[in-house]
């Protein structure tokens, strides 16, 4: 037979066993997510910093700063527990493949090519529970914008997980019009670091 067809049947081939193991991906981390109640933390956080910025009256501002702080520890707690729980998953699916597209079968047969997902989860975890903690002193607009950068990147690492970095890349541009370059470069220095030592960048 013609190789053009060997290579359409290998391609096809490889489409959909990517689009099944995304789809396993996506229920898995679905079930680790599902006790918590992060992304309406994250929406409330997000929305609420954007609100106290925009605000002109000191006390009103104020007062959004000192509820987000509510919701920042709320937050904590439960990112503390997910790091915590993730720490089961093992095995090829709990790797991440550090290749800008999916390949088949990849966090199987090039175990050197990805990072572990519990080990992203316990960087994030801890870089947000510092940023909620301040002990640098950061003034609330500059600890907003540190706590965005690193909620993007914890968004970012979650779709890396079940798709791709480049369609999770895409996601947060269009999602939020910010690169993951510009997530990273805002986020604590300790996260930063933990991300590029584990090549979850």
Same mark, same amino acid.
């Given at each position: 037979?013609?190789?053009?067809?060997?290579?359409?049947?290998?391609?096809?081939?490889?489409?959909?066993?990517?689009?099944?193991?995304q789809?396993?991906?996506? $229920?898995?981390?679905?079930?680790q997510?599902q006790?918590?109640?992060?992304?309406?933390?994250m929406?409330?956080?997000? @929305?609420?910093?954007?609100?106290?910025l925009? @605000?002109a009256?000191e006390?009103r501002?104020?007062s959004?700063?000192?509820?987000m702080?509510?919701?920042?520890?709320? $937050?904590?707690?439960q990112?503390?527990?997910? /790091?915590?729980?993730?720490?089961s998953?093992t095995? +090829?699916?709990?790797?991440?493949?550090?290749l +800008?597209? /999916?390949l088949?079968g990849?966090t199987a047969?090039w175990?050197?090519a990805c990072?572990?997902?519990?080990?992203?989860?316990r960087i994030?975890?801890?870089g947000i529970?510092?940023v909620?903690?301040? +002990?640098?002193?950061?003034? +609330?607009?500059?600890?907003?914008?540190?706590m965005t950068?690193?909620?993007?990147?914890?968004q970012h690492?979650?779709?890396?997980?079940?798709?791709?970095?480049?369609?999770?890349s895409t996601?947060?541009?269009?999602?939020?019009?910010?690169?993951?370059?510009?997530?990273?470069?805002? /986020?604590?220095? /300790?996260?930063?670091?933990?991300l590029?030592a584990?090549?979850?960048?």
């Amino acid at each position: 037979m013609d190789v053009s067809f060997w290579i359409l049947v290998g391609a096809v081939g490889a489409f959909f066993y990517n689009r099944y193991d995304q789809a396993r991906r996506v $229920l898995l981390l679905r079930a680790q997510l599902q006790p918590y109640q992060l992304e309406q933390l994250m929406q409330t956080l997000l @929305e609420g910093y954007l609100r106290a910025l925009g @605000e002109a009256d000191e006390e009103r501002r104020r007062s959004i700063w000192q509820v987000m702080e509510g919701h920042e520890a709320l $937050l904590v707690s439960q990112l503390q527990r997910l /790091a915590s729980d993730s720490a089961s998953l093992t095995g +090829p699916m709990g790797r991440v493949s550090r290749l +800008p597209m /999916a390949l088949p079968g990849v966090t199987a047969w090039w175990p050197k090519a990805c990072f572990e997902l519990s080990q992203a989860l316990r960087i994030h975890a801890d870089g947000i529970t510092r940023v909620a903690h301040n +002990p640098e002193g950061l003034s +609330p607009r500059d600890k907003a914008f540190c706590m965005t950068a690193e909620l993007l990147l914890f968004q970012h690492t979650c779709h890396w997980y079940c798709r791709s970095r480049t369609t999770a890349s895409t996601r947060l541009v269009a999602q939020h019009q910010t690169s993951h370059a510009q997530a990273l470069a805002g /986020a604590s220095a /300790a996260t930063r670091e933990g991300l590029i030592a584990i090549g979850a960048v």
